[in-house]
C-alpha cells in the first residue's frame, strides 16, 4: 500500500524547546502516521497527516473494554547528519504479539517500518541533538468500533506519534531509589502481563504514587501468587549483579519481554559475563544487599536505557545495593548499547538501522 502523506500547513508554530529543557512525552511533532482496519477488508488507508485530535464514538470498545496495545521505540541523530533505530525488528514482532494476545489484528512488518521511517524522516528536524536526548516513536493500536458488548472489536485505528524527548528519569544516569511492594500485584500467570497493553500500565499507577509520595522513583513487583518472586520494575525489566553473575527473572509469561533487557543478555554473555535467568527472591536480594554479595542492581528500559538502583525498600526497611553507586557493568552496558545507538560505537550485532 501506498502512503499519503498530507503536510501540515502550521510547521513551525508548534512550542519546541531547548534540548536542555526537555521532558519525557510532553511534546509532539507536526505529523502523525494513522490507518484504518475494517474486518473483512484489512488495513486500508495508511496516510501521514497533520497531527490532530483523533476522533472516537463514546462507546468506541477501546473506552470500555481496554483492547489496546502500543510500542515505545527511539530515533536517534548519528554524529554524521544521518537519522538510526534501535532493533525496531523486535518492536514489531513485540507489537503483533501483543496485538494477538489482545486478539487484535497484525500489522504488516513491511508496512509498519515503512510508516514508522516516512513519517520520522518528514519529522527529522525535530530530532534533538544533544547527548541523552533522542526523538520517540509511540505506535499504538485502539479498538475503535462503537459498540457495547464484550468481544473482539471489528474496527480498529493504527497510529504513530513521535515526541522529542530528554531523559525518562529526573535523576538521569544516577543510581534511584526503588520501592518493592508487597500488597499490590502487577500481573499474574495466564494473564497479559507479556503484553505492552494499557491495563498493565493501569494496574501499576496506585502503588507507583505511593512510592513517589515516599521519596522513590519506582516500584519493584513481586509474583501475584507467593509475593516472593521478583519480576520487573514498573517500566523496566530488572537485573542483579550477585557474586559475579548477572541474574534477571526469566520470561514466563508475566513480564515483559524487553528489548534492552534481550540486548543487555546478548552483550553480557557477548563479554563472558556469567549470567542467569532464573527465578529469584526478594529475600535472595536483601540477603545479597546485607551480605555484600549483591554489587549491582540495575533496570533496563527503552525509555531509560540503563537506570541503576541504589537502594531498595522493602517492609518499611531501606537497604543500599552495594555501595550505593552506579556499578562498573550498568556504566559499561550504557554507555556500550548508547554508543550503538547514537552511532559513536561500532555495532557488531546489526542492532543499529540506518534510515538516512
Known sequence: MEISVTRSTTIGQKARPKDSELKFGKYTTDHLFIMDYTRGKSWHDPRIVPYQNLQLDPIAMVLHYSQQVFEGLKAYHLPDGGVALFRPDRNIARMNASARRMVMPEVDPDLFFRAMKELILLERNWIPKSEGTSLYVRPTMIASEPALGVRPADQYLFYIVLCPVG??????????????????????????????????????????????????????????????????????????????????????????????????????????????????????????????????????????????????SYKGKDYTVGDGKTGELARRLYEEITGIQYGRKEDPFGWRVRLA
Not at 527473572?249 to 543487555?264: C, E, H, K, N, Q
Open 167 to 312: 531523559a525518562y528519569y529526573p535523576e538521569g544516569f544516577n543510581p534511584t531509589r526503588i520501592f518493592v511492594t508487597d500488597q499490590y500485584a502487577r500481573a499474574a500467570q495466564g494473564g497479559v502481563g507479556e503484553a505492552k497493553t494499557a491495563g498493565n500500565y493501569a494496574a501499576s499507577i496506585f502503588a507507583a504514587t505511593e512510592a513517589t509520595k515516599l521519596g522513590y522513583t519506582q516500584v519493584l513487583w513481586l509474583d501475584a501468587r507467593e509475593r516472593r518472586y521478583v519480576e520487573e520494575v514498573g517500566t523496566s525489566n530488572i537485573f542483579f549483579l550477585i557474586n559475579g553473575e548477572l541474574i534477571t527473572p526469566a520470561l514466563g509469561g508475566t513480564i515483559l519481554p524487553g528489548i534492552t533487557r534481550d540486548s543487555v543478555l546478548h552483550l553480557a554473555r557477548h563479554w563472558g559475563v556469567k549470567v542467569a535467568e532464573r527465578p529469584i527472591t526478594i529475600d535472595e536480594v536483601v540477603s545479597g544487599c546485607r551480605s555484600g554479595a549483591l554489587k549491582e542492581m540495575f533496570a533496563s528500559g527503552t525509555a531509560a536505557v540503563i537506570s541503576p538502583v541504589g537502594e531498595i
